[in-house]
């Protein structure tokens, strides 16, 4: 087995030009890397096969913006095999070498080798036309695969469809894959992209019909999210380290607060964005994965070989232990323009219906009813058009027993642990010192870990990147099951059904703010504190504004 490895990980030693058999290295402490280790359980077998990729919607902005470039850092790196067939497919008709221009411009190298390997990669990619619901038109496209897949003269052919299309498509286009372009000869597994389903009943609906046509184990449902750095790291932070574990429960932590912020608008966009809303658009499918990942008890295995689902289970248990969200709980924004920026308002947006109360910002409070975190708040906040672009998790603890005591007269300062997501990941611990001079003042301070500069150098992947590297290896950790989603529209699907029943209003806030007035006056009810100012966190690269 270990002589296999070799030869087949010195092909891609040599794509990135390197001269030992194994280019991953832990030895240097300083360096990170991006691939993912050599071993038994995680050897990237598919490589000495025949692989057909069918990018669903291949026209469509997700697949040019996304998935393309995706695929070309993986063929860059070694993680395709050198004849991989890419075949875009979707309903418009255009040339290959129409449709190659198209994609070709989303991909930017950035060495004259890049761009020798984006020449061979345009090379793998086709395109072809034809009805989703058609099984004769994929069908025919699946004939043409079989040949080429035979001509890569092994007897293994294995298939990856990846829906970049409307969940509306996706039982049709799943139903003609299931009659006519299924591998008989290699495993076929589908990657769907969110929103799954709408609410409860039509997610429901929506996982029956898909259900009937694959099985658990060949569905991927993506969230790219749980593909980010940081969030990938929450499990080795929490479980890797002897210091978090003993005070990461209620007793220990006050509030859990889980921040998405950009600092744009719909940009013209509002139309699409307007039947979802911010909840379902980011709340109940990227912030709520994070939140099961830091609420869920250890699971059994977190890495190795078939580890997936012992994750996936104990997040299922987390979310089921959540209280459905309360209207009394949330709040409820909808930005307004800035003429002094020239930025419009959500309702100016020409896309968007006229009237509309869909919020583009909200917070809520949730509840995990466990023993390890009953009366703990964890607070979502999200919204568009705000004072920042920002992702983090910022976890509050309690103030030390006695501190009070011991230091009369001295306000003590929170302590938190933060995650910063995007768009500098870091890890930084805020602990309290004594300010320099002569006096006892306690301050903040931190404990810091920023990634671009302890690791400089290192290339992060893409989201999607690794993704779609999980889902080439069988490794569905960090995808979305079935019954995880289940539990997640249960979770929202009253709110949203208060809200959109009875047409609730959102709250103005001005471009550029930090949102209604009303959400800082909840999170400071159940416990939040905030520093008013008196701290920044101030990576060297550049200074970032307080919470």
Not at 127 to 156: C, I, T
Request: net charge neutral.
């Amino acid at each position: 087995m270990l002589s296999q490895l070799k030869r087949r990980f010195s092909r891609r030693s040599k794509i990135h030009g390197e001269d030992d058999d194994f280019p991953m290295s832990l030895s240097n402490s300083n360096s990170a890397s991006s691939l993912p280790p050599v071993d038994e359980h995680n050897a990237c077998e598919y490589l000495d096969t025949a692989l057909t990729v069918f990018v669903i919607g291949a026209s469509g902005d997700l697949a040019k913006k996304k998935t393309y470039p995706s695929l070309f850092a993986l063929y860059t790196m070694g993680y395709l095999p050198e004849h991989v067939v890419i075949v875009g497919y979707a309903r418009s008709a255009k040339s290959d070498e129409d449709f190659r221009t198209q994609i070709a411009a989303w991909i930017k190298p950035k060495t004259p080798e890049g761009e020798t390997r984006k020449t061979a990669f345009l090379s793998k990619c086709i395109y072809r036309s034809g009805n989703y619901d058609s099984a004769e038109d994929v069908g025919k496209v699946s004939k043409e695969m079989e040949a080429l897949e035979e001509a890569q003269g092994s007897p293994v052919a294995n298939r990856l469809f990846y829906f970049a299309i409307p969940p509306t498509v996706f039982v049709p286009i799943g139903t003609s894959i299931k009659k006519a372009a299924l591998t008989t000869r290699g495993w076929n597994r589908l990657i769907v992209e969110k929103p799954f389903g709408h609410d409860l009943d039509s997610f429901d609906k929506l996982s029956k019909d898909m259900g009937a046509l694959y099985g658990e184990d060949e569905i991927y449902r993506i969230d790219h999210y749980l593909g980010k750095e940081m969030v990938q790291n929450l499990l080795v932070l929490r479980f890797g380290n002897a210091i978090f574990e003993p005070i990461w429960n209620r007793n220990y932590v006050s509030s859990v607060t889980i921040t998405f912020k950009e600092d744009i608008g719909t940009q013209g966009r509002g139309g699409y964005f307007d039947s979802f809303g911010i909840i379902r658009d980011v709340m109940q499918n990227h912030l709520l994965q994070v939140l099961s990942l830091i609420a869920m008890e250890p699971p059994v295995l977190a890495a190795g070989k078939d580890y997936s689902n012992y994750i996936r289970d104990e997040k299922v248990k987390v979310l089921n232990c959540i209280e459905p969200i309360k209207l009394e709980n949330t709040v409820l924004g909808q930005y307004q323009g800035d003429k002094s920026r020239n930025e419009p308002g959500y309702l100016e947006d020409p896309t968007v219906p006229k009237g509309s109360v869909t919020p583009t910002f909200a917070t809520t409070v949730m509840w995990v009813n466990n023993s390890r975190w009953s009366g703990v708040p964890f607070i979502m906040k999200a919204g568009k058009a705000l004072n920042e672009r920002k992702g983090e998790i910022r976890v509050q603890f309690r103030p030390p027993p006695g501190a009070e005591h011991m230091f009369p007269g001295v306000k003590i300062p929170v302590q938190e642990l933060v995650l910063r997501l995007q768009p500098e990941e870091a890890v930084y611990m805020k602990m309290n010192v004594k300010s320099p001079g002569l006096q006892t003042q306690a301050i903040s301070s931190e404990l810091d870990l920023s990634y671009a500069e302890r690791y400089e150098g290192a290339e992060v992947p893409d989201a999607y990147t690794r993704l779609i590297l999980d889902v080439l290896r069988g490794k569905q950790a960090a995808f979305v099951r079935d019954d995880e989603l289940r539990a997640a529209w249960k979770i929202f699907t009253p709110l949203l059904n208060e809200i959109e029943g009875q047409k609730v209003k959102p709250l103005p806030y001005a471009f550029g703010s930090r949102g209604p007035k009303e959400s800082d006056d909840l999170v400071n009810r159940v416990g939040f504190q905030y520093h008013h100012g008196a701290y920044q966190w101030q990576p060297r690269s550049r200074t970032t504004s307080a919470l």
